[in-house]
C-alpha cells in the first residue's frame, strides 16, 4: 500500500523556521518525482515546490523562492522541505504528493497527483 506521512508541522512565528518530513512507503521512491503542495485558508491549492528522482529541484514558486528548500534521502525514502524567513501567509496544510506519470496539466490541479499524505499544519502567526 502506497502511504505518505508528513510530520514538523506546528505554530512558529514570523521569520522562524521549521523542516516538514515525509515518510514514504509502498512504492519504489526513489524513481518518481514529488512535490510539496499546501492549502492556505480561503486559497486553492498550491504546488510549493518538487524535486526530481536523483534529488535536484525542478520547481520552486515565486511565493517562497530564497526561503524554502526541497530535498529527499531516497535510501531512506523521505522527502523534506526546509522552510525559512517564515511568513502569516506561508499559513497552510502541506501535503507531500507524488505527481502522476505524464500529467501535463497544472501543478496546482488536484488531479496531478495520484497519492497524498494526509497533510501538515503549518501556523505561521505572532
Known amino acids: 500500500q502506497v502511504q505518505l506521512v508528513e510530520s514538523g508541522g506546528g505554530l512558529v512565528q514570523p521569520g522562524g523556521s521549521l523542516r516538514l518530513s515525509c515518510a514514504a512507503s509502498g512504492f519504489t521512491f526513489s524513481s518518481y518525482t514529488m512535490t510539496w503542495v499546501r492549502r492556505a485558508p480561503g486559497k486553492g491549492l498550491e504546488r510549493v515546490s518538487e524535486?526530481?528522482?536523483?534529488?535536484?529541484?525542478?520547481y520552486y514558486a515565486d511565493s517562497v523562492k530564497g526561503r524554502f528548500t526541497i530535498s529527499r534521502d531516497n535510501a531512506k525514502n523521505t522527502l523534506y522541505l526546509q522552510m525559512n524567513s517564515l511568513k502569516p501567509e506561508d499559513t497552510a496544510v502541506y501535503y507531500c504528493a507524488k505527481p502522476r506519470v505524464r500529467w501535463y496539466g497544472s501543478g496546482s490541479d488536484q488531479a496531478r497527483y495520484d497519492y497524498w499524505g494526509q497533510g501538515t499544519q503549518v501556523t505561521v502567526s505572532s
Open positions: 524535486i526530481n528522482s536523483g534529488g535536484g529541484p525542478i
